[in-house]
């Protein structure tokens, strides 16, 4: 049985048979099937897809459009009925067609590595979570700027940096600091304002027996800050640094593990679509914070507007942080 192979780490890229689908050339068409392959398995309502792709169409017009998109896409690809359960107002992408999706595959080998490691068998876990890394070719559907894609997005890419944290943790338990350093080197490309990542890394050509690589990882940090954030690297780090100008290669502390992979920010709420300039203005609040730099940060707007919502979820993200926060109400 021919199978569909399903690429959306870094691009969108359909191979049906082995040869490519090169008739889904527009955007709309990829990311409506990206949305509904995402959501396999759910049955989604028909009025939701249309005013989700076509918000400023009338209901008539976005239904039309949604119509007319499942036909066009059958026209360049018959087969797609093989993955489509439509009924009369929700459409579903099969669960049991014959297809295979990076992105499925990738979250399958994190979960294989979690409870490999929860059964204290690293070697496993550490080709395990190679093989995952290996998948992230880039972040999911990378040409596609529509609100839906910012929290499974993120989801993913977090999963991505919690499996490089632990592979570069992993490696440096077995003593093996090469293959520590190089997955902390792909973390911070990934991610270049994660101070602990700086620390890791630091500690890491330390114990590599590297003190000169060691103090361009700070001046790297202390660059990256100050670009993005304007902001000096956290005191802890600098005092590390400065020991080690002075010699001391102790400065830095033991090896410690990792926290667990954190939960986006930008949640799959309905109750929070169209909001992505405000998180991500919290985002920015909250790194210059987490760098030292304390602030005030005020969100107004009329009431049912989503403001307590927004709060509540950088509540709920900084406390997976493991830090200490609270919260109140005044009336």
């Known amino acids: ?3 569909l192979d399903i690429r959306f780490f870094g691009e969108c890229r359909f191979i049906y048979d082995g040869e490519p689908v090169t008739g889904l050339q527009t955007k709309r068409m990829r990311t409506l099937l990206g949305y509904l392959i995402l959501h396999a398995g759910q049955q989604i309502a028909a ?8 918000p400023d169409s009338t209901e008539k017009q976005a239904r039309t459009n949604l119509r007319r998109a499942f036909y066009n896409v059958r026209q360049v690809f018959p087969p797609i009925e093989e993955f489509l359960d439509r009924g009369d107002h929700t459409v579903c992408w099969r669960t049991d067609g014959a297809y295979t999706l990076d992105v499925a ?17 690293p070697d496993a876990a550490r080709a395990t979570l190679a093989a995952a890394v290996a998948r992230y070719q ?26 490089l944290e632990q592979l570069t943790q992993l490696h440096a338990e077995a003593g093996d600091y090469a293959a520590a350093i190089r997955y902390g080197e792909i973390l911070l490309r990934k991610d270049a304002l994660r101070e602990r990542s700086y620390h890791t890394l630091m500690q890491l050509y330390l114990q590599d027996g590297d003190r000169p690589a060691a103090l361009r990882v700070y001046h790297a940090c202390a660059s990256e800050l100050a670009r993005e954030l304007g902001v000096e690297p956290a005191a802890e780090l600098t005092e590390i640094y400065n020991r080690l100008l002075a010699g001391d290669d102790t400065a830095t502390q033991s090896f410690t593990a990792p926290p667990k992979a954190l939960a986006p920010l930008e949640p799959e709420r309905e109750d929070l679509v169209g909001r992505k300039a405000e998180r991500q203005t919290l985002m920015a609040a909250w790194r210059r914070a987490a760098a030292g ?5 005020l969100i107004r707007g009329e009431a049912g507007m989503g403001k307590t919502r927004l709060a509540e979820e950088l509540y709920r993200w900084v406390n997976q942080l493991g830090i200490a926060a609270a919260h109140t109400r005044a009336y």
Do not use: S
Request: one cysteine or more; glycine letters at 4%; hydrophobic letters at 50%.
């Open 1 to 3: 049985m021919p199978t």
């Open 47 to 54: 009025t939701h897809l249309a005013f989700l792709f076509w």
């Open 105 to 121: 595959a990738f979250e399958a080998d994190i979960a294989q590595a979690r409870a490999q490691m929860d059964v204290h068998a």
């Open 138 to 163: 880039g972040d999911v559907l990378p040409d596609c700027y529509d609100d839906w894609i910012a929290a499974p997005r993120e989801r993913l890419r977090q999963e991505c940096l919690y499996a």
């Open 293 to 297: 730099r304390a602030g005030v940060v």
